[in-house]
Nanobody
Framework: VQLQASGGGLVQAGGSLRLSCAAS????????MGWFRQAPGRERELVAA????????YYADSVKGRFTISRDNAKNTMYLQMNSLKPEDTAVYYC???????????????WGQGTQVTVSS
């Protein structure tokens, strides 16, 4: 599986962005997917995750109520709608995929390149 993240950019606080993660391969629908982020000087953190059929969804406390993860298996694409953005959301955002849901909290098998999100105050 190859992953391509896009949609990052510069936005003012309170604004919105929508990230996309396009996947290659015919087995996209069998993978759990996640969005991670890493800010300078900080560890990478799991922001949101979605199981293969969207039956399980996870959000970090810091983004609950503001971010929405979704996927379209017919388009082999995962999304992260980010609303009410804050300066502390500034980071490089990565998408990742793994056959196991629990891998979202350890290490994932496939990673996309990052997309920079910068929120100005």
């Amino acid at each position: 599986v190859q992953l391509q993240a896009s949609g990052g950019g510069l936005v003012q606080a309170g604004g919105s962005l929508r990230l996309s993660c396009a996947a290659s391969g015919r087995t996209f629908s069998s993978y759990s997917m996640g969005w991670f982020r890493q800010a300078p000087g900080r560890e990478r953190e799991l922001v949101a995750a979605i199981s293969w059929n969207a039956g399980s969804i996870y959000y970090a406390d810091s983004v609950k109520g503001r971010f929405t993860i979704s996927r379209d298996n017919a388009k082999n694409t995962m999304y992260l709608q980010m609303n009410s953005l804050k300066p502390e959301d500034t980071a490089v955002y990565y998408c990742a995929a793994d056959r196991k849901w629990r891998s979202m909290w350890s290490t994932c098998e496939y990673w996309g390149q990052g997309t920079q999100v910068t929120v100005s105050s």
